[in-house]
């Protein structure tokens, strides 16, 4: 094989293991369209059971945060136990929450 | 011929048809041209290995002289063998791998659809599992000889040459004897010139969406019914057998 990368590109794999669970990233597979996106998939990550549906998502589709994010995207909710319903106590009486 | 001795014939073609292509399919771990496809291929060629187990177990049991599907396997030898011409036929390129199992795989896809009724319950049964493989080999080299033709000039080029190149072995498919003969009227085999019209819908529909042209009609090479091959099946079963024959009985 020569040098030259011609394996097509990077789609990311997600797997729902049951009918109305989510879909959770797996892997991911090179390709070079959507239709062999999916039989490689399936040849690399669903061949002993692990799904119910498959989903391939070109690589350039997905938008990640950055490590420099971090700080505000994620930090700000360190002291903010009141956002958890756990931070509430339920009152004796209700029912059905 | 008794119906058992036609079964266990019948037997013979389905599961050294799988077990033959399987065993070229397997030639391809790790020689795949990228990751994903080589364990695709190397995915088919498990299916293929697994479909010939049922097969030539069944034989076995049908022959009812203690052979099991390992002696059918490796320890027959070249004119024992009723497989498909065009399942031995050498990978080449991996065009010619895709165009080869897309022709195959088309035949088995419509045979299985129709033996899926048959009345012999174990080739339903086998029929019934073996095609939800089927369908998916069929959808793999389908799609690569669409790729493949549609593709560059050159893909283009080289896949026509390599469907052109195994046309004369496709005949050979669907050609019947006294054994199909037999079963047909017991409702257990199914006529292969009503499978050839299936097959020649499915194959003019994926080369034309592939943009290639269905090879003229040629002279055909036969005989699979006689267990007669080409010169690549000698080669193909001494490596397979290699390990049962250099070391008889020799276990995991």
């Known amino acids: 094989m020569s040098n030259t990368d011609n394996q097509g590109g990077v789609w990311e794999v997600f797997i729902q293991s049951k009918p109305g669970l989510p879909h959770k990233h797996a892997g991911s597979v090179h390709a070079t369209d959507k239709e062999m996106a999916l039989q490689n998939a399936r040849d690399m990550y669903t061949r002993r059971q692990e799904g119910t549906c498959l989903w391939v998502v070109p690589l350039e589709a997905i938008v990640s945060s950055m490590p420099d994010d971090n700080d505000s995207f994620f930090d700000p909710s360190d002291d903010k136990i009141y956002r958890h319903p756990t931070h509430y106590v339920m009152p004796d009486g209700a029912k059905h929450i | ?252």
């Open chain 2, 1 to 252: 011929m008794t119906t058992n001795e036609a079964l266990i014939n019948y037997c013979l073609r389905l599961g050294d048809s799988s077990l033959i292509l399987g065993q070229r399919m397997s030639e391809w771990c790790s020689n795949g041209p990228i990751l994903e496809e080589d364990i695709a291929m190397t995915n088919i060629a498990l299916d293929l290995i697994g479909q010939s187990r049922t097969m030539l177990t069944y034989a076995g049991k049908l022959e009812g002289k203690g052979r099991t599907e390992d002696d059918f396997a490796y320890k027959r030898e070249e004119r024992e063998f009723y497989n498909t011409l065009l399942s031995e036929r050498p990978n080449g390129h991996f065009g010619d791998t895709v165009a080869r199992n897309f022709l195959h795989s088309a035949f088995f896809y419509h045979l299985f659809q129709a033996l899926k009724n048959s009345k012999d319950e174990m080739i339903a049964a086998h029929a019934a599992k073996s095609i939800k493989e089927v369908t998916y080999h069929l959808r793999h080299s389908s799609e690569w000889l669409v790729r493949l033709g549609d593709g560059t000039e050159e893909s283009h080029n080289k896949v026509q040459e390599s469907l052109n190149d195994m046309w004369e072995f496709t005949g050979d498919l669907f050609e019947m004897n006294e054994v199909d003969e037999l079963l047909i009227k017991e409702g257990i085999a199914v006529d292969l010139t009503e499978i050839k019209k299936e097959w020649d819908k499915t194959v003019n529909q994926v080369i034309e969406r592939a943009t290639l042209n269905r090879p003229e009609e040629c002279y055909m090479q036969t005989g699979r019914l006689n267990a007669i091959h080409s010169e690549y099946l000698g080669h193909l079963i001494a490596e397979m057998q290699f390990l049962q024959r250099a070391y008889p009985e020799a276990q995991w």
